[in-house]
């Protein structure tokens, strides 16, 4: 990360055991669902690189359990895609933003991702699409999925961001909570600016959220050729959708 290193938080990063070693945490990233754009490019190494930000504030309490169930969709189309390295990173309490090691193993992220829950604070979206863009500047980044409710940041800020990773092709996949206005305008520019997509999931959405995660992965981890595929040999209603605001 890039930002500043809290002298008494430290960020989580995996260890060979599969638990969380502790490190300096820096500014790290949110909760929700960030998105890609255009046709980027694999990873160097051959392998999509992810990150999956998602914001753990009290707010999303009263519907954790439900969210992670929803969220753990992603990991399961992760693992079937393959080829896809993911970094977990989650913000909630007083500045504290943590980010985990890149991992090839989804299902140790599940369950890290199962071991967190809320603490009342504000969104900190700024430190992870500042963070999103460190990392892309170490090694390509694919594609930023953010999943969250609200927003509680200036939107000038992070439509500045924004901007950035669309100019470097890390698009921003932002998937919504709920129906707070202020954050569906925001989190739609940061689509529109990263040159990625949104989308608001409920309850009743898990197909569906399934299936565009599961978009969202093979884009990563393929590009948009990728996606196009899927959506000949599938005809992926979730693919359509993303190829539509990809533009």
Not at 38 to 56: E, H, V, Y
Not at 85 to 113: H, I, K
Not at 157 to 183: I, M, N, T, W, Y
């Amino acid at each position: 990360m890039s930002e500043p290193k809290s002298a008494e938080r430290k960020a989580p990063a995996k260890t060979a055991s599969g638990e969380m070693a502790r490190k300096p945490a820096s500014s790290a990233e949110v909760d929700a669902f960030l998105k890609q754009v255009r046709t980027l490019q694999p990873a160097a190494s051959g392998r999509g690189r992810l990150i999956f930000a998602m914001d753990a504030t009290m707010s999303r309490q009263p519907s954790w359990d439900l969210a992670l169930t929803l969220q753990s969709e992603m990991f399961r189309a992760v693992k079937e895609v393959g080829g896809l390295d993911v970094q977990l990173v989650y913000f909630r309490g007083f500045n504290e933003c943590q980010t985990s090691r890149w991992v090839g193993d989804p299902d140790a992220l599940a369950r890290l991702m199962r071991q967190v829950h809320c603490e009342g604070g504000h969104t900190q979206i700024r430190k992870v699409l500042t963070h999103a863009r460190s990392e892309t500047q170490k090694t390509k980044v694919n594609a930023l999925v953010y999943v969250g409710d609200c927003m509680e940041e200036n939107i000038d800020d992070l439509s500045q961001l924004a901007g950035e990773l669309g100019l470097v092709g890390v698009p921003v996949f932002l998937f919504q909570e709920g129906h707070d206005s202020r954050a569906a305008r925001a989190f739609k520019e940061i689509a529109r600016l990263s040159r990625g997509a949104y989308c608001r999931f409920d309850a009743g959405s898990s197909a569906q959220l399934r299936e565009l995660l599961t978009a969202v992965a093979v884009y990563a981890s393929g590009g948009r050729k990728a996606l196009q595929h899927l959506s000949d040999e599938t005809r992926s209603g979730a693919a359509v959708r993303l190829l539509e605001q990809l533009g």
